[in-house]
């Protein structure tokens, strides 16, 4: 069956074929078919090898094995068959996906039927191209690291084409260089449960993952990975699906990713909370008055509500962590955004806020964002803020510009956080009483006092008081992007008091 490439760019020249063969067919015509396509395949065939692991590793221990899938359902049984394409697809539809979506009765189980269940699955129209794409899978030796590590670059560049190519994608997708510094100033240890309360595509679940995995020194710390560390929920099928996968590649065989509404748990009857939580809720979106009334402090904007979420979910310990992503104007707005800030001030210390330019999520957001990082125990006391800089560009003639926001064609690299790691560690050692507190101030980094901050009703926008006077009014594009952060505040009220005026309407008719 593993009829193997003999490097790992003819493996991921094969896997970019599969890609296209999927592209081509009438079911799988975008980007987000065929990567859903894609992604319950290789699911399918990384589980039928990791359960011939397990079946050895129970053979040699004399104990006896109940296998996940029972025949003819393992990948094993059905891919490797030299079938007619109609009768391929014809056992596809009608036997296995039926199959899947009917398991249950333990953790893994449960784990595949959400894979496949509540949602109608992605399959070829053509048989014929449904067994090229399986020929290719099925040499793609997923017991070597090497394919499993070459697969999994493929594949995080597929979600990366995703969320660049599919605007409504860029909901569950967040830049990786942002993941990556997120989990580096945060810092999770082996030991910690790590939770992503709306985790897409498990961008931060998979980079924890790697980063933790550089601690690991025992079976025991191996084992804690794997079984006990990571906690995600989506409350859409399809980053679901591929959150899962990217999950499984990166080397978490069962990580625990629910496919549910985050925000229908009453958050005044949490029982289970993580050590050290790391998102990109959705903002943007609005929720009816059935879901916030799981919320203290009601609103309609999501941001808002999964801030709460947060906050309720950290274990009330000392050294419980957060870092996420917030749109600007969770900073500034007040009424409804204040009250929940007062809280989060009050009960957590909420030591940096960087803020980013526009453009970082681009294409599919030019909504300006910051990256907030808060902890047990509370109350704040300061706050070190660093405003993130794009670099300079050259334009058609050669001349320098400077930057102002990212693109698609320039986007946000790791590189472009190199000073805030630099300063973000000096603000880490003065607050720990270890460095002096000029260390981590710059022209692009600057403290406030919680005072400050309650002189300001609770705005926690990054105003620089190192700009020059040239600077002193932000540019255009952050301009425009708070005016249209304005408006969406607008439009929410608005369809709040329609929605008022509905409630009333059908009141005085009943």
């Known amino acids: 069956m ?21 592209r081509r067919d009438n079911n799988c015509g975008g980007i987000m078919e065929y990567v859903e396509h894609l992604s319950w395949l290789l699911f399918l065939r990384f589980l039928d090898a990791q359960e011939e692991e397990w079946e050895m590793q129970a053979h040699l221990a004399g104990r006896e094995y109940r296998p996940i899938l029972e025949p003819p359902y393992r990948w094993r049984d059905w891919a490797t068959k030299d079938w007619p394409a109609d009768k391929l697809l014809a056992f596809v539809h009608g036997k296995l996906i039926p199959h899947l979506q009917n398991l249950g009765g333990d953790r893994l189980r449960d784990i595949i039927r959400g894979v496949f269940a ?7 129209a053509s048989g014929y191209n449904l067994k090229e ?15 499993i590590f070459t697969v999994s670059q493929v594949y ?8 660049n190519e599919n605007r409504l994608a860029g909901e569950f997708y967040t830049p990786r260089p942002v993941v990556r510094f997120i989990v580096e100033i945060v810092n999770p240890q082996i030991g910690e449960t790590i939770y992503d309360p709306a985790c897409g595509t498990c961008g931060f679940l998979a980079e924890a993952y790697l980063w933790m995995k550089r601690q690991e020194k025992t079976i025991e710390d191996h084992k804690t990975l794997q079984e006990r560390t990571f906690f995600g929920q989506e409350k859409k099928p399809i980053p679901a699906l591929l959150g899962l996968m990217n999950m499984v590649l990166h080397g978490v065989t069962a990580p625990r990713i629910l496919r549910k509404n985050t925000l229908e748990e009453n958050i005044r009857q949490v029982t289970e909370r993580y050590d050290v939580i790391m998102t990109n809720p959705p903002f943007g979106g609005t929720e009816g008055r059935h879901i916030q009334q799981n919320f203290p402090v009601k609103s309609q ?30 900073l500034f707005r007040r009424e ?10 009050e009960e957590f210390n909420l030591h940096t806020i960087v803020s980013l330019p526009p453009g970082t999520f681009a294409p599919y957001s030019d909504v300006k964002t910051a990256l ?35 693109t698609k064609q320039y986007p946000i690299k790791d590189e472009h956080f190199e000073e805030a790691r630099r300063l973000w560690k000096a603000w880490d050692a003065y607050r720990k009483g270890q460095g002096p507190r000029e260390s981590c101030l710059s022209e692009r980094s ?44 607008i439009l929410s009220i608005v369809e709040e008091l329609n929605e008022l005026l509905g409630n009333n309407k059908e009141g005085t008719q009943a």
């Open 372 to 406: 907030i990082f808060f902890e047990h125990p509370g109350p704040t006391r300061e706050i070190w803020y660093y405003e993130l800089k794009p670099p300079n560009w050259i334009d058609r003639e050669g001349r320098e510009r400077e930057g102002t926001r990212f």
């Open 301 to 330: 904007a999501t941001e808002l509500l999964f801030l709460q979420h947060i906050m309720k979910k950290l274990k009330p310990r000392d050294g419980a962590r957060c870092g996420m992503v917030v749109p600007e104007g969770t």
């Open 446 to 489: 600057w403290i406030v006092s919680i005072e400050e901050i309650k002189k300001r009703g609770y705005d926690l926008t990054a105003r620089n008081p190192n700009r020059k006077e040239t600077e002193s009014l932000p540019p255009p594009t952050e301009i425009v992007a708070n005016l249209l952060e304005r408006e969406r505040e």
């Open 118 to 124: 509540e949602r109608n699955v992605i399959v070829c």
């Open 156 to 163: 995080e560049e597929l979600l990366r084409r995703l969320g």
């Open 336 to 345: 409804a955004f204040a009250e929940v800030k007062q809280s989060l001030l």
């Open 2 to 22: 593993n009829n193997r490439p003999q490097t790992r760019e003819t493996l991921a020249n094969e896997i970019w074929r599969a890609c296209d063969i999927l």
């Open 133 to 147: 794409v399986i020929s290719i899978i099925n040499r793609i030796d997923f017991h070597s690291q090497d394919d």
